[in-house]
C-alpha cells in the first residue's frame, strides 16, 4: 500500500482527488500496488463531501505519519507551500507539485533536501499543465546536447491573443471574455504581465541545461502593450502574435533566457496553438525539432501529470529520480541583447524616415492605420543595434520575429 | 562500465555509433557511469572506418561476452533481427531496437522473455523516429484512461501528400521527388501501402490499450489511390487530406484500429503537420488531447531515440521497466466498420443523383473537374450505411472525414 497526503484542495488538488479515485483501479494495476489517498488538507478548518473522513487540520499528523509515503502540495506560492514541502521531505516523504513559482524559486534547495533523504522531489504538473514535457525532456532526450527551447507557456495570454487575431477583440475585451470563461484569474497580473511563463521558462531551463535560473534574472515583457494594430500588421505578412518564453545555450555554459511577445510565421508548428493551448518546442543536436502541445492548465489535465508523478514514486519509493540541476549564479543569465533577429516596428512616422533610420526594410500595412503611423520588419540584427537606428522615433512597439 | 553491442551500422546503427560518440561525456555524466561501444556487427565481413576496431563477424561473441549489458538491434526484419534478439535476451542482456516490424510481430513474446530473464526490452525509436511517445504515454499519461490515438506515423507518405497539396505534384511525381531526397527507398510498398503506419499504430494500440495488436488484423489503406482531384476538392472547404492510423477503444477491451487517408479540417493541429514530420495525438479521460511532434525518421532523430533507452537502461541495468501488453487474440481487434463519420466520397455522377442516393450531402467544386464527376462529404455515418447508399454510383474514393 502506498499512502498519499493532498495538500490544498482548490482547482488541481481536487483534481488530483478525482483522478486517484475515477481512475483507482488502472492506477493501481499500473503500479502493482495500492494507492490510497490518506489525509487531505486545506486552509479552511471546514471540509465536507466524499472525502470528508480525510480532512485534517494539522500538517504534522501527516509529517508524523510513517506510513505517508508521498505528499501532493496543490497550495501554491512559497509560503505554506515552502515550509510543508521542506518538512515533508526531511520527514522522509517524496513531494509532487504542481507549483511553478515555488520550483522556479526554490527548486535547486528543494531538489538537494529531496536527494539528501532519499525521496523523490517532481514538478511535471509546474510545466504545460498535463502535457508530458519535464520527463521527456531529461529523459526521452537524453542522449541529446540541448540548445533551445521555445514555448508557448501561458493559456491565459494565448487565449488573449487568439481572440484579438480571430475575433478583432481589444486587449481589454479579450481578458474580459476570459475572466468570464475562467481562464484568467480576477488579477490577471501573473499571467499577462509574462511572471507565470517566466516561471516555467526557468523551470525548462534549468532541466535542459542544467543550472538554476531564478525569475527575477530573467527580462519578462507582458502583452498589455499588443494592441490590434499589432495583430493586423503581423497577419499582412503571414505572423501571428504569440507570447514566447524561450531560454538558449549560450557558450561557456552561460544561458539566455527571456519571455516576450514574438511574431511567429504560420508555417511554424507553434504559430497553429490556439486558445488556451500550450506547446514547448525543444530543439537537440541529435533529435532537430520536437514539439510537445497540449493544455497547460486545467483542473484535469494538471491532475493528470500530478497523479503520473505519484504513479511514477508509488512503482519504486526508493529509486534515484535526482534529475537536479546545480546551483544557479548571478551572471549565469545573460540578456538577449547579443540575439540577433529581424524586428517588428510599429512607431510614429513615414516609411521615408523609417529607410533612413533602419536601411533594408519590409514595410507592412493594415486598413484604417493613421497616416502619421509606421510599421515594418528590420533586417536582422541585436537589440542594441535597433534601439541605437530607432533613436531619432517614437516608437510605439517593438517585437522579435522568431524565424 | 556500460558495455553496448551495436547489430546493423546502416542508416540508424551509424547514427547510434555518432549519438554515443560526440555526445559521449554528456552520456556519461547523465548515466553517471562510462557508455561504451564494445562490439559493431553488421552483414558484409568488412569493416572500415573510425570504428573498424570494434567489428566483429560472429553474434556469439557478443552473446557469449557477459561484460556486454546491452544489445542495440538497428538490423531491420524479422530474420537475423529475430533469432539476435532471442539470443541476446536467453544471454541476460538487454535490448533495445528501431525495428517496428519485430515489435509489431513479436513484441509479445520478446516482452515476456526480457522479464523472464531480467532484463529490458525498449523500442521507443519502432514509433515516431525521435519523437519521445512511448516513454511518455506509459509513464506521463499513466493517470489516464486512454481512450484514442491518431498519428500521423509515416513521413514519406506526409511528404507525398504534402508535395501534392502544395505544389499540385501528381502522387507518382511526388513519390519520385521523395525518392530523388532519399526521403522514400527504391521499393516504396511499405511506406506507401501503408505497412509502415499499420506496424506503428500496432505498438501504440498494444501500449495504450494492454494486448498485442497484430498488424494483420489492422485494415490498412495506403496513399497510392489519392488523386490531385481528391487534394482540390478537400481543399475547397478547408481539409487537408492526411494518411491517418488509428486506434480507438471499445467496449469489452476490444480495439477498433486501422490506416486509411482521411480529411482533416484546417484548424486540426494535425493538419498543421507537413513534410516529413509525423506526429501523434493521444486522448485520455483526464489528459484531454495531447499531441507530440517531430521527426519520424532520419539517422540522427532516430538514433536520439535509441540511445535514451540506451541510457535509460544504463542508469540502472536491472530495474523492472516492464510495460508489456498481454497476448492478442483473434477476435481482440474489431473492424472500422461500425466507427461513425462523415465521409468524403468522389464519383462518376451528377448532384442530383448523389443526392437522392445520400440524402443531406455538402457538395464539393474544384476548377477543371470533368462533368461527369461529382464530389461531397455525407451526413455522419458508419461505414457499411454509407456503402450500401453509394450502390448505384461509380465511386472513385471514398475516405473518413476526422472530426
Ligand atoms: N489551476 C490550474 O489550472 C493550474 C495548472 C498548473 C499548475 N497550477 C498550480 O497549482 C497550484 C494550485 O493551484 P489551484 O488553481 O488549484 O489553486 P486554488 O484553486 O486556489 O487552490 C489552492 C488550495 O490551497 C489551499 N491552501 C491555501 N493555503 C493552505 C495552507 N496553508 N494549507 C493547506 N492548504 C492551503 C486552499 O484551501 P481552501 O480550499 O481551504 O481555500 C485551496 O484548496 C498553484 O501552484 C498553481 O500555480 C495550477
Ligand atoms: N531509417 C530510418 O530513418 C528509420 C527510422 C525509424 C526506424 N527505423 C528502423 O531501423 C531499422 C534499421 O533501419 P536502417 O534504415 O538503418 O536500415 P539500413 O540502412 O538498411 O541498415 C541495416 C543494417 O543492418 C545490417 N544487417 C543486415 N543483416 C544483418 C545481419 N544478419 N547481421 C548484422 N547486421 C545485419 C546491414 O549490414 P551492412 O551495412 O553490412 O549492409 C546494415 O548495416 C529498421 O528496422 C527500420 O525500420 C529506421
Request: one cysteine or more.
Amino acid at each position: 500500500m502506498v499512502n498519499v497526503a493532498l495538500l490544498g484542495f482548490g482547482t488541481v488538488g481536487s483534481g488530483v482527488a478525482e483522478v486517484l479515485t475515477r481512475n483507482g483501479d488502472l492506477i493501481d494495476s499500473r503500479v502493482d500496488d495500492l494507492v490510497r489517498l490518506k489525509y487531505i488538507k486545506r486552509a479552511r478548518e471546514v471540509f465536507d463531501g466524499p472525502y470528508q473522513d480525510l480532512f485534517v487540520k494539522d500538517f504534522s499528523i501527516i509529517e508524523q505519519d510513517p506510513q505517508v509515503d508521498i505528499v501532493v502540495e496543490t497550495i501554491g506560492g512559497t509560503g505554506a507551500a515552502l515550509d510543508y514541502t521542506t518538512r515533508a521531505l526531511k520527514a522522509g516523504k517524496s513531494v509532487v507539485t504542481a507549483n511553478k513559482e515555488l520550483v522556479a524559486t526554490h527548486g535547486y534547495e528543494l531538489l538537494q533536501l529531496a536527494k539528501e533523504h532519499g525521496v523523490s522531489y517532481l514538478f511535471e504538473a509546474s510545466v504545460g499543465g498535463g502535457i508530458p514535457i519535464l520527463r521527456p525532456l531529461t529523459s526521452c532526450l537524453a542522449a541529446n546536447d540541448l540548445t533551445q527551447i521555445t514555448g508557448i507557456l501561458n493559456g491565459t495570454t494565448n487565449y488573449i491573443l487568439t481572440r484579438m487575431i480571430q475575433a478583432g477583440l481589444t486587449f481589454e475585451q479579450a481578458l474580459k471574455e476570459a475572466q468570464d470563461k475562467g481562464y484568467a484569474e480576477k488579477d490577471p497580473t501573473a499571467d499577462v504581465d509574462g511572471h507565470d511563463a517566466c516561471r516555467k521558462i526557468c523551470i525548462l531551463a534549468a532541466l535542459a541545461f542544467g543550472h538554476h535560473v531564478y525569475p527575477d534574472q530573467v527580462p519578462t515583457e507582458g502583452i498589455r502593450h499588443v494592441t490590434l494594430g499589432d495583430a493586423a500588421y503581423a497577419d499582412s505578412k503571414g505572423y501571428k502574435i504569440k507570447l514566447l518564453g524561450r531560454a538558449i545555450r549560450q557558450p561557456e555554459g552561460k544561458v539566455c533566457a527571456f519571455v516576450a511577445p514574438h511574431l511567429v510565421a504560420d508555417t511554424a508548428p507553434l504559430a497553429g496553438v490556439e486558445d488556451v493551448f500550450n506547446a514547448i518546442a525543444v530543439t537537440g543536436n541529435a533529435i532537430g525539432d520536437v514539439m510537445f502541445y497540449g493544455r497547460g492548465a486545467g483542473k484535469l489535465p494538471t491532475a493528470s501529470a500530478v497523479v503520473a508523478d505519484v504513479i511514477d514514486i508509488a512503482k519504486d519509493l526508493k529509486r534515484d529520480r535526482h534529475n537536479g540541476w546545480a546551483s544557479g549564479s548571478p551572471d549565469l543569465v545573460v540578456s538577449d541583447d547579443g540575439l540577433t533577429s529581424k524586428w517588428y516596428v510599429r512607431a510614429q512616422g513615414t516609411m521615408d524616415q523609417a529607410r533612413l533610420a533602419c536601411g533594408e526594410i519590409q514595410p507592412l500595412a493594415r486598413s484604417g492605420a493613421p497616416t502619421s503611423e509606421v510599421a515594418f520588419l528590420t533586417a536582422p540584427m541585436p537589440r542594441p543595434l535597433v534601439l541605437d537606428k530607432l533613436r531619432g522615433m517614437e516608437v510605439a512597439s517593438l517585437f522579435r520575429v522568431l524565424d
